[in-house]
C-alpha cells in the first residue's frame, strides 16, 4: 500500500421524522480525505425515503476528488433510500467499502419496505444483496462488518486500520457524518433547503 492514501468518506444528515412521504431532503456529505487530513468536501441534496441516494452519491464522489477508495456507511441513507457501492463503484471508477454499524435484521427489512413502497422490491435487492456478501473483519477496535466491492477483504480491512483514529470509523466516514449531522441538526437549513416557510 503506497504511503499517501486518498479516501472518501460519504454519508446523509439528519432530517425530521415528519418529512417521510413528503419527498423531501436533507444533505449528502463526501470528504476526501488524504491519510488522515481532510482536502476537499461536497455536499449534495438527497430525498427523504427518494430512489436518488446513488446518483447522489456518485454525483458527490466525482466532484471531491479521484481516491484509492470510498466509504460509506450502510447502503440506506435518508430513510429508505438507497445507495448501490457496486453502481457507485462502476461509475466513479473507485473501489468502495460499505461499512455496516449495527447487523441487519433482513425479515424485519422486507415487511417495512413491503408495508411502506410500492418499489420495495428494487430496494430490497440492493440492500440484501449488499448485506449477504458483508463479512465482519477484526480491527484493533472491534470487529466490524464490511462489504468490499472491486477490492480484496484484506486490503480493505488495511485501508480501515490505516484510517482509524478516535473510533472504530475510518476517518472520511467519521467526518462525513459529523459534517451532514452538524449542518442538518440546524432545522433552520432544512427548511431553507426544503423552502419552507
Known amino acids: 500500500m503506497k504511503n499517501s492514501l486518498r479516501s472518501i468518506g460519504i454519508d446523509d444528515g439528519y432530517f425530521p421524522i415528519n418529512y417521510k412521504g413528503l419527498r423531501k431532503r436533507t444533505i449528502l456529505a463526501a470528504v476526501l480525505c488524504v491519510n488522515h487530513d481532510v482536502e476537499n468536501l461536497a455536499?449534495?441534496?438527497?430525498?427523504?425515503?427518494?430512489?436518488?441516494?446513488?446518483?447522489?452519491?456518485?454525483?458527490?464522489?466525482?466532484?471531491?476528488?479521484?481516491?484509492?477508495?470510498?466509504?460509506?456507511?450502510?447502503?440506506?441513507?435518508?430513510?429508505?433510500?438507497?445507495?448501490?457501492?457496486e453502481e457507485l463503484s462502476a461509475e466513479t471508477a473507485t473501489p468502495v467499502v460499505v461499512i455496516f454499524k449495527h447487523d441487519l435484521n433482513l425479515d424485519k427489512i422486507h415487511s417495512a419496505l413491503k408495508k411502506h413502497f410500492s418499489d420495495w422490491r428494487e430496494r430490497y435487492e440492493v440492500i440484501s444483496r449488499i448485506y449477504r456478501r458483508s463479512t465482519a473483519v477484526p480491527t484493533p477496535w472491534r470487529d466490524i462488518r464490511i462489504a468490499a466491492i472491486n477490492v480484496d477483504v484484506s486490503r480493505a480491512v488495511s485501508y480501515i486500520i490505516k484510517l482509524q483514529t478516535v473510533s472504530p470509523l475510518p476517518e472520511p466516514l467519521r467526518l462525513a457524518?459529523?459534517?451532514?449531522?452538524?449542518?442538518?441538526?440546524?432545522?433552520?437549513?432544512?427548511?431553507?433547503?426544503?423552502?419552507?416557510?
Open 43 to 85: 455536499l449534495e441534496l438527497v430525498t427523504v425515503d427518494g430512489l436518488d441516494g446513488t446518483k447522489t452519491a456518485v454525483r458527490a464522489v466525482k466532484r471531491v476528488g479521484e481516491a484509492d477508495i470510498v466509504f460509506q456507511d450502510g447502503v440506506t441513507l435518508a430513510g429508505f433510500n438507497i445507495i448501490d457501492p
Open 177 to 197: 457524518d459529523i459534517v451532514a449531522s452538524g449542518l442538518t441538526k440546524n432545522t433552520v437549513l432544512l427548511k431553507i433547503i426544503n423552502e419552507e416557510k
